[in-house]
Each structure stands twice: as C-alpha cells, then as structure tokens.
C-alpha cells in the first residue's frame, strides 16, 4: 500500500482517481464476462471428457526403460496441448503406463489415433518403389508453392520389397498447416539444416522424377520434384482440415520410442460433471453469502463497503479466469474459494486496527490512515508466503504430470493477487471516500463503525 497517503488526503483527488480506475475495471471484467467470445473452460471432472490408459506393447519379460516412457509421456502431452484440450493430463502410472485424461473430446477415436500413433515419416525415393501407374503424376513440390495432389493416396508399402528412404521424420524441426489458394489444406514441414543439406542435393539432382512421402508405410503423397528444396517444403493431398492438423501434430511431435497398446477406455458423461457444478456453485453461494453477511453484521458500514468490494473482486476473478482461458476443475474453483477466504482476512485485518485507534480517541481519518499503513505489512507477508506456496505446487504439478495440482495452484494465486489490489485499493478507496469525507457525522455514530 502507498504509505505516502496521510489523513489530510483522505476522500480527495487521488481518491476519486483511483475510483475512477475501478470502475473502468469493474465495466472491462463486465464486458468480458457478457462477451460469448470468452466461454469458461470446464475440466473433465465438470464437462466430461475421455480417459484412456495406454500399455507399453512389448513382451512383459522384457523391461520398460523408464526414459523411454517418460518420453512418449511428453510426445503424448505435446499431441493433445496441440488439439487445443483444456487442462490434459497425460502422466505415467507405473512402470509400463501412461494415463490420459481429455476434457471436452467431440471425437474420441481421432484423440485416440492421434495418442497412439507412431508417426514415421519417411521420404522414399520413388524409383526404388513400384507404384501405381499414374499416381499423383500432376502434382509438384516446389518450395513454398505446392500444388495439391489429384488423385487417391492411402496405398500400403507393408509388402513392397526394399526401398529406399531418403530421410525420415527426425529430420524436422517444424510442421503447420496453410491452404492453397484453392482452399485446400496442405501441411508444410521445415527442416534442420543438415537434413536440409541433403534434401537439397537430392532434389537437385532428381528434377523431374518423383518422390514419395509415406507415413507409418502408407503413401500420403508423390509428388513430382519442380524445383530444389533447399530446407522448406509441402506435404500434398486429398487432407481434409482435420486430417491435415493431426498429420503435422505427429510429424512436429515426433515418433514415440516404444509402441503403446490401448488398455482401456473410458468416457466421462456430462451428467456427472453438471452435478459437480451445481454442488460446487450452491456451496460457493452460500459460503460467500455468510462471509458477506458476517461482515455487514460485525463491521457494519466498513464491513458494507468491504462486501462491495469484495462483490469487486470475485467479478474481476472470473473475468480474468474467462480472458486468460484458466480451466475451472472442482481443484481449481476450490483455490478460487480459499483465496476469497483471503480477502476478507485482509479486510478484517485492516478494520480491527481501525476499530483500535478508534477507542484509543483517534480521529476517524486518522484511525483510516493508520488501519490501512499498519495492516498492509501482515497482508503482504501471508499474501506472498500464499504466492511461494502456488509457486511450488505449480512447479510439482508440470513436473510429476499433475494438472489438477496446477489448476488449484493456478486460481489461488490469480486470486491471492486480486485480493491484494481489492483488499488494499478498492476497500481503501471506498472507505476513504465514504468515510473520511463523513468524518464528522460519523464521529458520535459508534455502532455504524462496528465499535
């Protein structure tokens, strides 16, 4: 707080300043919460979702290598934070599985292709094959400018004899998907530069002949070479968006080290998650109302002014949680609760010093002064030690796959630092200005003041 504040300033300019920012807040966190562009992002455990339980699919004699799942831990977690899931949780359980948990799946059987999938990308030099005839005979790969392939991909390498690969998928360093001006999607890949080195002169040397782009030994795309391509390229043909956006999530997210089997799998109904939420706003409800109420009741018109600012702080709560898209789970709303908890310590802290230099025979501003200047090093304190905390559990959360750990560590340190500014700014502002301008009709009114 601005210790530089003294009680002769009480209700003036600097004040109304300062309320003229909260209310600037207060109508940009209503905009942002009437705004359907900004929906809340329930987690599995309020919309429902998909939960599959993947299984190293080699011998059980042979052992897992702890390395090895820790990494197709993390190629899995990149997949499905590039599907845009809200909150995933993808963690190893055991020493030969990883679970997955995805809230909000339209289409659990893509999710599933998409986890599970290996992903060798291998560029094939075309003569080594024996291809349909005619296949993709229209089709270019020029740098930068592709043209989409015309005529039916999808044929299976699995029994042709011996050919040759010119590279693999772990020569990219990164994939995306752009349309032609046709309105076609096609997925475009770069490449690190020592691949790009011999991407180059393979192209620059086969002009005019074929190169075939197999995925997982399903032919995608041949297309002619028109131009040498020195790092940068194209991946063609007949893609709709969505099979364009998976096929370059796996090619940027790699091949995983060991094959993975499905175990189980299971959907999460929405029923379940509507119930979560009506239990968790009814009992949200209700614990705000008897904190609000407590507060009229004991502090009286301080602890009136507190209740709205405290109406204030939940309001910019959920505006942040809405703008900054935070995924609401019954963890997450639990840390919002807590820090509400919070706020209103701060409050009382500052009131019942108030109350102090009131009986003491203070001046009512001078009690304001010295209520806000004293209580703000305990709120501090406890607010930053509450900080720390978030900061660890958010850390043992990304570590050890715990997104719910996160979540609640997330929504408890937005809160703490809105209650903060709501507690120390909004509060101040309203009781300085309600009452440090009615000082002297207040000074005989003692059960207005909760004393």
């Known amino acids: 707080m601005d210790s530089r504040y003294d009680a002769s300033e009480v209700g003036g300019v600097r004040d109304f300043i300062w309320l003229i920012v909260i209310l600037a807040l207060v109508g940009a966190s ?5 705004n359907p562009d900004y929906p809340f992002r329930p987690g599995l ?5 998909l939960q599959v339980l993947l299984e190293a699919d080699i011998p059980l004699e042979e052992p897992v290598a702890m390395e090895d799942l820790d990494t197709a831990r993390q190629i899995i977690s990149q997949r499905v934070n590039g599907l845009g899931v809200s909150e995933p949780l993808v963690q190893t359980e055991g020493e030969r599985r990883i679970l997955v948990e995805l809230p909000g799946i339209d ?3 893509d999710a599933i292709n998409l986890i599970q999938q290996t992903a060798l990308l291998e560029f094939v030099d075309s003569d080594t094959v024996s291809l ?9 790969l020029n740098e930068g400018q592709p043209s989409a392939c015309e005529t039916e991909s999808g044929l299976s390498l699995e029994s042709a ?5 010119i590279l693999t998928g772990v020569a990219l360093r990164d994939a995306g998907v752009q349309t032609d001006s046709f309105g076609r999607s096609l997925v475009t890949f770069e490449m690190t530069d020592e691949a790009a080195s011999i991407f180059e002169q393979y192209t620059a040397n086969n002009l005019g002949k074929f190169l075939t782009i197999v995925l997982d030994k399903q032919v995608i795309s041949s297309p002619r070479i028109n131009a040498v391509i020195s790092g940068s390229g ?3 043909g007949q893609f709709t968006a969505e099979e364009a956006r998976n096929l370059a999530l796996q090619l940027r997210f790699g091949r995983l080290p060991i094959p993975l089997r499905i175990e189980s799998t299971r959907e999460i109904g929405a029923t379940l998650g509507q119930q979560s939420i009506t239990a968790s706003v009814q009992a949200g409800i209700i614990g705000v109302s008897i904190v609000l109420l407590f507060m009229l009741i004991y502090y009286r018109l301080p602890g009136l002014l507190a209740d709205l600012a405290l109406i204030i702080y939940a309001l ?3 505006a942040v949680f809405k703008g900054l898209a935070v995924t609401l789970t019954l963890p997450a709303i639990t840390g919002f609760l807590l820090s509400t908890g919070m706020a209103v310590d701060a409050n009382i802290l500052v009131f019942e010093r108030m109350k102090e230099e009131l009986r003491t025979g203070s001046r009512l501003p001078d009690a304001i002064q010295v209520g806000f200047s004293r209580a703000w090093t305990s709120i501090r304190d406890s607010n930053i030690a509450t900080l720390v905390i978030c900061a660890i ?4 959360g990304r570590n050890f796959g715990a997104s719910i750990v996160q979540g609640f560590a997330i929504t408890l340190a937005i809160g703490v630092m809105i209650s903060m500014f709501t507690a120390v700014i909004v509060t101040r502002t309203f009781v300085r200005l309600v009452m440090g301008r009615s000082a002297e009709w207040l000074r005989d009114k003692k059960a207005l003041l909760g004393i």
């Open 393 to 396: 559990l958010w850390a043992f």
């Open 161 to 165: 004899p011996i050919y040759e690969t």
């Open 30 to 34: 209503i905009w942002i919460m009437l």
């Open 107 to 109: 289409n659990p059987r």
């Open 45 to 49: 455990d309020l919309q429902g979702g």
């Open 316 to 318: 910019i709560n959920f």
């Open 234 to 236: 194209s991946i063609t």
């Open 132 to 140: 349909p005839e005619g296949m993709c005979l229209r089709t270019t």
